[in-house]
């Protein structure tokens, strides 16, 4: 065989370099273990040289002012003999004093912050993904099927909705760093997937407890917030799907987006209830919110809009005439996709204890089975109302030439359908155009086109 014609092997990039420097209490040193743990297992490699790595890590002490003094002396020794420096640990709770003495360093954050010295270090220096090495794809393992993937901006809430105990298990609201989030979606983009549904307790809350913490996304500042989250997903080229919204204010920014055509026309809001009575002891984020109001606002600005969202029938101290209500605002607010619970006191849940009389069992029933109705049909005549338009739809599941998937006003697992047939043959993951030819209670029939 001639030199020419073996197959080139590609010689393995070399693994990106951190130099560490761990200074301070034993606390300090299991923060330096979580940080060096995840560096090792993204395949960075770890050293104490600082000639030669691509970044140097310091995590400081602040606890004495001799302590601060090592720690200043240890970022110093580091930016002159690298010159790319991370900075952690409990001096990083005040940037300025560091900031003051070297403007330079590339990152700083404070004790028990691992995400963000991530996403320090992957900025500055990105990990390498070796496909014959590595147990795990860059996108991570997903249980979703392959087109679309959830992506998961924060953990925890700062509400306390009196029926959940969330907060309680979960704690308060912890966003991600704004540039972890992206780059997450965009290897999720990369592997494939062309539908990303961004999830949280409380998505409009993003970036809320990090200060809208800035990062640096493609050369530019994008800061740790719902609206500039949303714009920088939406020019990812994929259906991006925005799940818990809450009709904060900030929200009729997003709506804009979504008229441009850069985020899927679809708000999952869980309004959980209409009645004020109600609202106010569920103790629901912007309760004060004429919401019904808004939703003929977005609609204005973005027609083709729908919303999603789900209720509790039978909370503690509804009357019917707070039921009534609810039902005359679905009537009014014209929803496209609605869920519907009959509320349960669940174990912890701060309603349990606010006094209000329970609403009897079968009144909970009777009312569900109400409020089911008087929403199928507003549901059935929203969608009858779409036949005959030609809409782009993501293909779930093919058989020979039918199929099955969703218009851009239905997320998977909780809204309906489109079913397809097809001329050609379509894949699972495909977006095709389709016309509408029919239109049944929660799904519709169409033809790919
Ligand atoms: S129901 Fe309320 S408290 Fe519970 S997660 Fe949602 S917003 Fe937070």
């Known amino acids: 065989m001639s030199a020419e014609l073996i197959p080139a092997v590609a010689?393995?990039?070399?693994?990106?370099?951190?130099?560490?420097?761990?200074?301070?209490?034993?606390?300090?040193?299991?923060?330096?273990?979580?940080?060096?743990?995840?560096?090792?297992?993204?395949?960075?490699?770890?050293?104490?040289?600082?000639?030669?790595?691509?970044?140097?890590?310091?995590?400081?002490?602040?606890?004495?002012?001799?302590?601060?003094?090592?720690?200043?002396?240890?970022?110093?020794?580091?930016?002159?003999?690298?010159?790319?420096?991370?900075?952690?640990?409990?001096?990083?709770?005040?940037?300025?004093?560091?900031?003051?003495?070297?403007?330079?360093?590339?990152?700083?954050?404070?004790?028990?912050?691992?995400?963000?010295?991530?996403?320090?270090?992957?900025?500055?220096?990105?990990?390498?993904?070796?496909?014959?090495?590595?147990?795990?794809?860059?996108?991570?393992?997903?249980?979703?099927?392959?087109?679309?993937?959830?992506?998961?901006?924060?953990?925890?809430?700062?509400?306390?909705?009196?029926?959940?105990?969330?907060?309680?298990?979960?704690?308060?609201?912890?966003?991600?760093?704004?540039?972890?989030?992206?780059?997450?979606?965009?290897?999720?983009?990369?592997?494939?997937?062309?539908?990303?549904?961004?999830?949280?307790?409380?998505?409009?809350?993003?970036?809320?407890?990090?200060?809208?913490?800035?990062?640096?996304?493609?050369e530019r500042e994008v800061r740790a917030r719902f609206y500039d989250l949303a714009r920088e997903l939406g020019d990812m080229g994929v259906w991006v799907r925005l799940h818990y919204v809450y009709p904060y204010p900030h929200v009729d920014e997003v709506i804009e987006l979504m008229a441009a055509g850069k985020v899927l026309p679809y708000l999952d809001i869980p309004f959980q209830h209409a009645s004020p009575t109600v609202l106010k002891s569920m103790r629901r984020p912007a309760h004060q919110e004429k919401t019904a109001a808004r939703i003929a606002k977005w609609r204005s600005i973005c027609p083709d809009l729908a919303v999603r969202s789900t209720f509790i029938v039978g909370f503690p101290g509804e009357t019917e005439q707070d039921f009534e209500e609810l039902l005359a605002w679905l009537t009014e607010a014209k929803l496209e996709r609605v869920g519907c619970f009959k509320y349960e006191p669940v174990d912890g849940a701060t309603a349990n204890d606010l006094g209000l009389p329970a609403v009897p069992e079968e009144v909970k029933e009777r009312r569900w089975h109400r409020f089911m109705a008087h929403q199928q049909a507003i549901s059935a005549k929203i969608l009858k109302g779409r036949v005959g338009r030609r809409v782009k739809v993501i293909v779930d599941e093919t058989s020979g030439t039918s199929a099955k998937g969703r218009t851009q006003w239905d997320a998977p697992e909780i809204d309906g359908a489109i079913h397809l047939v097809s001329r050609r043959p379509i894949r699972a993951g495909e977006i095709v155009t389709a016309k509408i030819d029919a239109a049944d209670a929660y799904d519709l029939h169409g033809t790919v086109v």
């Open 11 to 218: 010689e393995p990039a070399a693994a990106p370099k951190i130099s560490f420097v761990s200074l301070g209490c034993p606390k300090a040193l299991v923060d330096s273990e979580r940080i060096i743990t995840h560096l090792r297992s993204e395949g960075y490699e770890i050293g104490r040289k600082h000639d030669g790595a691509d970044v140097v890590i310091v995590n400081t002490c602040g606890f004495l002012d001799s302590a601060k003094a090592e720690s200043l002396a240890a970022i110093g020794d580091a930016m002159k003999e690298n010159g790319r420096v991370i900075v952690t640990g409990c001096m990083g709770a005040e940037p300025e004093q560091i900031r003051e003495r070297f403007p330079d360093v590339l990152a700083i954050t404070g004790p028990q912050a691992y995400e963000s010295v991530m996403s320090a270090v992957h900025q500055a220096v990105p990990p390498q993904h070796d496909p014959f090495v590595d147990l795990v794809p860059p996108q991570g393992i997903k249980l979703t099927p392959r087109h679309y993937a959830y992506l998961k901006i924060s953990e925890g809430c700062n509400n306390r909705c009196t029926f959940c105990i969330i907060p309680k298990l979960r704690g308060d609201l912890v966003s991600r760093p704004v540039v972890d989030v992206l780059r997450e979606a965009e290897k999720l983009v990369k592997a494939g997937v062309r539908e990303l549904l961004v999830i949280s307790q409380d998505t409009s809350a993003y970036g809320v407890d990090i200060r809208y913490q800035p990062g640096i996304w493609q």
